[in-house]
């Protein structure tokens, strides 16, 4: 809080002004420097009314710049208003996809911004930095203030196999992707987009292997990929396993344990 803001002991009109504003466009959270363009009325000093009311209880900051009224506490809406081109992603959005019955800690949103890792209202977020032509399969959940973007189904897959350290686990991601619903299409648009030859590879093993039937055409293109170099199942495993010339993959993860993973038993 700055030195110079005057803080006053009880609610003033102005405040209380304020306030009857974001009720009447129902406002739960918002930016310093757009609030007043949303409720249509500027404030001779928007700066100390912002102050008095986090002061009293009445607002909170997320961060500098950014507030919510006090008993918002929706983590998914929070951790993408604070940083632009955002979205839930990798194990929250298996979670909020019910691929995974495993909560996490940590709630991870994707970005193509820089942002810290930080805590807000106790809850702990992973920002993970991707370059834009990444940021693509964005739907929404929820509604009017709980509003929020998340990546797809079939993104979020694919994401999760991109960057494994934050799926959760490999054997649940493998089981996540087993029992999900994926669209060809889809798959062959994202894993372009992803562009990482090895996670396409990967992928189209693992739908072979599976027998997910509604993914041929994405194995068909998924063999288009395959190159010369030989790419572990599991890239954060050891360098072990028989070899599989077809898709140019190690099995790290021998064939009866992936079977053993689907039927959960590891």
């Not at 739907?139 to 694919?158: A, C, H, L, R, S």
């Not at 350290?165 to 060809?184: N, P």
């Not at 288009?224 to 599989?244: I, R, W």
Request: glycine share 6%; charged share 25%.
């Amino acid at each position: 809080m700055a030195a110079s803001v005057y803080i006053s002991k009880n609610l003033t009109e102005t405040q209380v002004a304020f306030l009857k504003l974001l009720d009447e466009y129902e406002i739960q959270l918002f930016r310093f420097d757009e609030i007043e363009k949303q409720i249509a009325q500027q404030f001779d000093n928007l700066n100390e009314v912002l102050e008095n009311l986090v002061h009293k209880g009445l607002l909170a900051r997320i961060e500098r710049g950014k507030f919510c009224r006090p008993n918002f506490t929706d983590e998914n809406v929070i951790g993408t208003f604070v940083v632009a081109n955002s979205a839930v992603a990798y194990w929250s959005a298996l979670n909020q996809h019910g691929l995974t019955e495993q909560f996490s800690n940590t709630t991870f949103i994707q970005t193509t911004q820089e942002k810290e890792d930080k805590v807000i209202f106790g809850t702990s977020y992973k920002f993970v930095k991707i370059i834009p032509t990444k940021r693509i399969g964005i739907m929404w959940n929820g509604q009017g203030n709980f509003k929020y973007p998340i990546t797809d189904v079939e993104k979020t897959v694919i994401d999760c196999f991109d960057q494994p350290q934050y799926s959760g686990g490999y054997a649940e991601l493998l089981r996540a992707f087993i029992q999900a619903d994926l669209k060809a299409d889809k798959m062959i648009t994202y894993c372009s987009a992803t562009a990482n030859i090895a996670v396409t590879k990967r992928i189209g093993f693992l739908a072979e292997f599976f027998e997910k039937k509604s993914l041929n055409a994405f194995m068909d293109y998924a063999q288009t990929q395959v190159n010369e170099k030989y790419s572990l199942v599991d890239p954060l495993g050891s360098e072990t396993g028989d070899f599989v010339s077809a898709w140019r993959l190690r099995l790290n993860i021998s064939r009866q344990q992936l079977e053993g993973i689907a039927q959960k038993e590891y």
